[in-house]
């Protein structure tokens, strides 16, 4: 599986960003998917995660309620829709799929990633 994330660019905060991770490959559909985030000098951090078909998510306390995690398997994609948003929302955001591991919280549990796009919140 190739990912492709895209979607990032600078917003205000309480200001609103679409995130959208476009996979190649036929077997995107088996694959959890999940997005984290990396600022300078941290850890990359769990986000949201979806379940292969869409039937669960999950996400990390600091966006719930915020964060909307959706994807279309029929176009190989997976969005992250990002409202309210706070500078410390500031970092690189990643997909990633996984499979065999629910709710994939860990970086490590990850099979692929795409590169990252940068998301930039002023205050």
Known sequence: ??????????AQAGGSLRLS???SGRTFS????????????KEREFVAAISW?????Y???SVKGRFTISRDNAMNTVWLQMNSLKPEDTAVYYCGAVRNRW???DY??????GQGTQVTVSS
């Not at 088996?30 to 000098?41: E, I």
Request: aromatic share 16%; charged share 10%.
């Open 1 to 10: 599986v190739q990912l492709q994330a895209f979607g990032g660019g600078l």
């Open 21 to 23: 991770c476009a996979a």
């Open 30 to 41: 088996t694959y959890g998917m999940g997005w984290f985030r990396q600022a300078p000098g």
């Open 53 to 57: 078909i869409g039937g669960s998510t």
């Open 59 to 61: 996400y990390a306390d």
């Open 103 to 105: 709710p994939p919280i």
């Open 108 to 113: 490590h549990d990850m099979d692929y990633w």
